[in-house]
């Protein structure tokens, strides 16, 4: 199926709990795959701020428990891989299609959807570029937080981290998400990873301009998918039911420290 002639939904869905924004997630990529003529985008943030961890990893090699507890920071698990995020203040998107002629496999579908942020990146007067030769993909188990961590995907600003972003495939669709930084709570990323973030390798949105209202960088990340794949998108929402059926999930993704 070609672009033009998918239907491209866009879900503004705003601040939820971490344990609900993963089930979210999940609930997205159901429908994509029952509805092979769509793509779904969504935008959103947590509340309480959390750590995500990827598919694999345990919480004890990563993060100071302790700390998150004592802060009232919640630990998730993702269905992507991996390593783990602190997702504080930041913009998060997922997206969610069958494999076809638009996204025909997991690497160049990666791609895509990374340039299509970088365009929209672009908009708000950040340069993003691929980091270009490295070792390749992030490793599945690492003591490193994802945004110290580095692959030739990874979309970077002055050789900088920007975006991190993790997919998981099954057999005839996927789901892709990632966090944009806007700001850095430096403290709180220190006192959360076990092994000291690297700054020196770790941008965000701050760094490079003021940083917009949130509705403008909602609106030019939308914007910047729609120049790059020559689309438009449908304003969409979850229904009822799959707002009822993520309350079900959420439980599966919280690994501590928080009420679903």
Known sequence: MKSCEKKWLVIFSGQDSPAMNMALDSIMWERARKNPDIAILRFYAWVPPAVSLGAGQLPEKLVNVDFCQHHGIPIVRRVTGGSAIFHDIEITYSFSSVNDEVFPGPSASYEKICEAISTGVKNLGVQLSFRGLSTGREPSFTSRDCFSLSSRYDLV??????????????????????????????????????????????????????????????????????????????????????????RKLAPSFLLSCQKV
Request: with cysteine; glycine share 10%; charged share 25%.
């Open 157 to 246: 600003a002055g050789g900088r981290k920007f975006v991190g972003s993790a997919q998981r495939k099954d057999k005839n669709s996927f789901l892709q998400h990632g966090s944009i930084l806007l700001n850095i709570r430096k403290h709180f990323w220190q006192g959360i990873f076990i092994q000291r973030p690297d700054f020196e390798k770790i941008s965000c949105l701050s760094d490079f301009v003021m940083v917009p209202l949130i509705d403008v960088i909602l609106e030019q990340l939308a914007a910047g998918f729609e120049e790059y794949f020559g689309t438009k998108f449908t304003p969409d929402g979850f229904t009822r039911q799959e707002i009822d059926g993520a």
